[in-house]
């Protein structure tokens, strides 16, 4: 039998162009081929790193990095970057200047302290107004704050300088009270003041700083220039965390009333203390 | 990571010094030393204040103790005084019932003295403007007035007067002018208390003292926010949980308040029904068997209202009383109360320990109601049954509202019916002892009952000619302008009406000036001499430490002046029998000190002179007080004060107890020796539940209940001119609870319309600010002149005390449309 030509039909230039069309198919085989092979090639090889600006960490570091928890630790580990997430106020990072940090103070910075003071203090001895909104009224709110004091991102709640007392808004209220603020205009007033003329002023000008203590002698220790009376606790007002200009040179010394002594009018004893019981009988 | 700071934590940690830390000391010293030179200042950016930075040095301050002027409490303050003006203000320490704590009212009370608009110079009001007039012209208009017609004249005085301005006035009124219109304020805040003590011990005022704060085992708590109105005394008592001790507090209320937020107990209950609660407490000790036999059969009597109620009532057995009681089971009570059987149950057990102290203290709740009488009567009736009596901290206290209610109003009787020292108007015996210390002819007194507050001031604002009206009042120490009930009705109508003339002794202008026809101007608190009696029975004496502004002048100095007009113009009342002046004081020498002249009053101590003349009445019913001299030298003595063999003047905690009162026989160990039965018994009361006049309906559905703040005392004459206070609390509000606000809906700072059937106001919504309110009731603070909300109070009245019920009206609310 002769071979039959094939069904369709070799012409030369269908030929030809299948010839073509063969080698540019095997060509982009080849190339994808060579592509493919190159790219496995490259992931497979390692990279530099140098290229990555990558320098390994210090002993110290890779040691305090959490390790990476596995799949099925995942429901259960506490993540890493939350471990340093405080609930508790006081253990935030604090400002808190060093114990033995150098205390510099001026008079003006004193002064300024002085008047920092009255801001929320209507005169010497008042207790201080709230200076910021409350929501909580319990004495453990305020005391998470203000039990030992804090300085958090240049805000300082000054510490409590009285001993423990649980009913703080009795005697510290809202500098600005947090009644809602009325909206419209009064048009129910009952009385003919006018509006403007309320509220009246008040011209009560009190005590606004006690001290300065006095010095015998230079370089003898300052005797306290204020009544001891809610002021038990020195460190709240000169202490670490207090306002600059009042903070003492020494603050390390836990026992302050070995050197500083009470010379204002309210702290001397109503009796004097040496006269003898007999006296008392002479007179 | 462990902390995020290598440095020690600050002040607390013990050092031990160390190389490092040696040298860093001596650096540190060195650095110091330099930094104190000047020019270092120049690199230090401290923030400049606005002002500048000079603050004066205020040397030469001198101190002296005076009560304080704001509440019932009584609390003693150290004043800091510097060229005649108050400078600082601190707690006393030596000060047994604050121990050097005030409140911020306390704290601030040197402030009060120095508003703007303080009133320096008499004024009367012609053709509808205010006149500035002279003193001996203001005095010579009021002795005319009153001289024209001295029948048609009253006295409206105040809790917050000393007790010698209370007794000059009761004196001029009733041993003078032989007028019994004379009533406080305090008509609108203890009567019911002054009714219930009468009627169940023969006496008036507690028996107890703050000392039971400091035993108690069980606080209860009966309708009064303790910890705003109280505060010094609730830190007392919650003050004891740091030390360790266990106090429980249970706190009886109509909304959940500040106190209650420091309360183990919580009780909500329906207003009015006070009254169901304690007799379900009764029903249960007996039901219980758990009442103390012994101690009703030796020292008590029972008591029914009689039909129909009287004050004095009728005596009944025990099985009556029992019988009485058995109708306020604990389910009848739950469903009138909106208590639960448990909570019902668990004041029953309280009172059935015999073991735990159990203290009640009550104020306003109680008193400021239509059956307040009623209730103070329960409420010591459940102490007397249980057997909770005459143990320190084992007792009914009442607290008193005003500085001197107790000491001005209750102990000097400046009421419409009474007389000092207890004694009473429309009783033969104590006119005779009143008339024979003030040295007056027999019958000088009036024995018929005068007008009391709402009375009176009814009859101001009724016509004149009707024939038992007022034309003529004289308000001391007190704005009614804001204070009385149902404003339209009892003050308003007073407006425009030429025949009145109402003399207003005041300090600020006030919602009360508004309407007067002659302003005096006052000296007050510390600009005078003073004696206020505080609460727990403690009398408590000031010095004048300044002198009042302008021509200010004292209270006491106005009503001797006025007498002394009505003496010059021939009135026969302003002489004793012995042809004197009534208000005769006389040097050493024995000549007439001239003390209707201002510049003679302060030549001797009038204050000294009057009360040591009261002093007389006090012994009538055992209130000794103690000499002047004396209190000057402590901070208050509790009467009965007594001097014992040593010389040494006693006071008493603990009337009617053996052991403590020194007028109880020996062997009595409890002794009622004012008894109204005559026989050193108390009365253990049975009053019914009676519902209130004026209850909540579909017009108006909603409960409204009014009241205080801590930061404003009662109209906020004073405090509202106190910036701290005043920012604190800058105006009224109306609370409302939450689902209500919601379901009308509401939000913080809207404008609504309170209405009553007898006016309407328009406040700001404050859901859940200061307190939390129950659905259905409405809360608004008084202190606001420019929101009286006292023209929508009602002026129903507790039959026996005559004191209103400003606790409990029906009102509605709607929003205002913008």
Redesign the interface.
Known sequence: MTMDRPPFSHSPASKLSSRWGTVLGSLACGLGLAGFLTGINQQTAPRDRQSLNWTKPSEETLGALAPAPTYDQIDSRIYGFNRDWRSDLSRLRQDNPGLLDPVIRTPEMKAQALQDRLRTRAFDTAPPAVPHPVDQRTAESCLACHGNGMTIAGKTATRMSHPLLTNCTQCHVEQAGSVPQVLAAHTNLSNNAPEAAWPPGNRFDGVKRAGPGTRLLPGLPPTIPHTLHMRDDCMSCHGLIARPGIRTTHPWLQNCRQCHVANDDLERPAVSIFARKTDAAQR | ?TG??T??A??F?S?SPDRR?FL??T??TV??AL??R?G??DE?Q????P?G??????EG???NKAPCRFCGTGCHV?V?VKDN???????D??AEVNK?????KG??V??A?????RLKKPMLRRDGMLVEISWSEAIDIIAQRINSNPSRFAMYGSGQWTVPEGYAANKFMKGGLSNNHIDPNARLCMASAVTGYISTYGVDEPYNCYDDLDHCDTLILWGNNF??MH??L??RV??R??RGQQVELIDLTTRHT?TS??ADHVLIFQPHSDLAIANCISHQLIERNAWDREFVERFCHFRGPGEPPTLKGEPITFEQFRDFVAQYTIEKTAQISGLSAEQLAMLGDRFADRSRKVLSLWCMGMNQHTQGTAINNLVHAIHLLSGHFGRPGDGPQSLTGQPSACGTVREVGTLAHALPGDLRVDDEKGRRIAEDIWRLPEGRINPTPGYHAVLMWEKFCSPSVAADAIDTLWVQVTNPGQTLPNLHKLFRGIKGNKDKFLIVSDV??T?TT?LADLILPSAMWVEKNGIYGNSERRTQQWFRMITPPGEARDDCWQTIAVAHRLFELGHPGMKTKDERFLFYQANEAGEEIPIWNWERYYEINVDERLYEEYRAFSRAKHKDLAPYQVLVKTRGLRWPVVQGEDGEWHETNYRFVEGHDPYVAPGKTVQFYHSVTGDDRALIWFRPYVPPPETPDEEYPFWLDTGRV??HWHTGTLT????????????A?VEINREDAKRLDLR????VRVETRRG???L???ID?RANCSSGHLFVPFFD????IN?LTLDAHCPFSKQPDYKKCAARIMK?P?
Do not use: N
């Not at chain 2, 050097?100 to 911020?104: A, D, R």
């Not at chain 2, 913080?748 to 404008?751: C, E, I, K």
């Not at chain 2, 002149?785 to 009286?788: D, E, F, T, Y």
């Open positions: 990571m995020t700071s440095r020690p600050p002040q940690t050092h830390a860093r000391m650096a540190m650095a110091t930094a104190r000047p270092i200042a230090l401290a923030p400049q204040p002002g930075s000079d603050l004066p040095i205020i301050v001198t101190w150290m800091g003006r108050v400078v600082s203000v601190t707690g320490r030596q050097g704590l005030l409140c911020v704290y601030h040197g402030l003295l120095y508003g703007e608009d910890a705003e505060p010094v609730f830190s919650v003050d949980r740091l500040r937020q420091q600020y202008p919602a508004e801590l930061e509202m001119r106190i910036p701290t206070l005043r920012k604190a609390m800058p105006h509000y913080d700072g809207d404008l309407s106001m328009e700001t919504v404050w600010g002149q420019r929101k009286l023209e205002v913008s």
